[in-house]
């Protein structure tokens, strides 16, 4: 056997970024269906690199293929939504502790940045929660691990998608979510190991279950199976 010559990614790379966005954002939701041709004409490029990115975000949990019918964007049920809430809760309360154990202050001093941009744009909650994803990530990010900050990174769409639904719509409010984080930024700033990671930990599974809430309650009440929609023409080259 031997190898086989390197296809060039970088153009599939691009397009799943783009469809990312669209999710991220949520112009596109769970249940739309992503048509080759169409994102292929709206990114100006061949239907190569489309189907090369639609296999990328298939691997992520984002995209599913339908019998017969194409790829549509994976629609998440209640239970989705407690299994990536509760693989936060493990991946975050792991990188508080290795965050607390390196003892950094400059690393715990540097998640401000993200809480200052969650006050700012607190009359926008698509924004904060854009913010409130960095806050975590940064978290995720100083623990020093990798890996851990990877695990996090794979399923930023799926919580950007949760977070938006969560300050957009669940009457969470954003004064409270910042108030929330501060909490958790001085808990950290505190070094007390078992409050920080109980505090996380509490944060995290009061979110689950808010959120799981209104999914049970969609696919209790059917909404969960509406039909799909054309894809929206949002998709910038």
Do not use: K, W
């Not at 041709?37 to 339908?66: C, H, K, N, W, Y």
């Not at 607190?122 to 851990?148: T, W």
């Not at 409050?195 to 049970?216: K, Q």
């Amino acid at each position: 056997d031997t190898l086989q010559p390197l296809r060039d990614q970088t153009l599939a790379m691009q397009a799943a970024d783009a469809i990312r966005g669209l999710i991220a954002r949520g112009t596109l939701v769970g249940g739309d269906r992503l048509v080759e041709s169409q994102i292929a004409d709206q990114l100006q490029t061949s239907r190569g690199p489309v189907r090369d990115a639609l296999f990328l975000l298939r691997a992520e949990g984002l995209v599913r293929d339908g019998p017969r019918r194409g790829s549509f964007v994976v629609q998440l049920t209640a239970q989705d939504v407690r299994e990536i809430y509760d693989l936060r809760a493990a991946v975050e309360t792991q990188a508080v502790r290795l965050l607390l154990q390196r003892s950094d202050q400059l690393a715990i001093g540097g998640l401000e940045e993200a809480l200052e941009q969650m006050r700012a744009d607190a009359a926008d909650p698509a924004r904060s929660a854009e913010a409130d994803l960095r806050f975590h990530g940064a978290v995720c990010e100083a623990s020093g691990n990798s890996r851990l900050h990877a695990v996090f990174v794979r399923h930023a769409t799926e919580l950007s998608t949760l977070l938006r639904l969560d300050e957009e719509h669940l009457d969470h409010e954003t004064a409270s979510t910042v108030r929330d984080h501060q909490q958790l930024l001085d808990v950290l700033r505190a070094g007390d190991l078992a409050v920080a990671e109980r505090a996380f930990r509490v944060h995290l599974e009061e979110a689950r279950d808010r959120v799981a809430a209104h999914f049970a309650e969609a696919e209790h009440d059917g909404r969960a199976d509406r039909a799909p929609r054309r894809m929206p023409a949002e998709m910038a080259p």
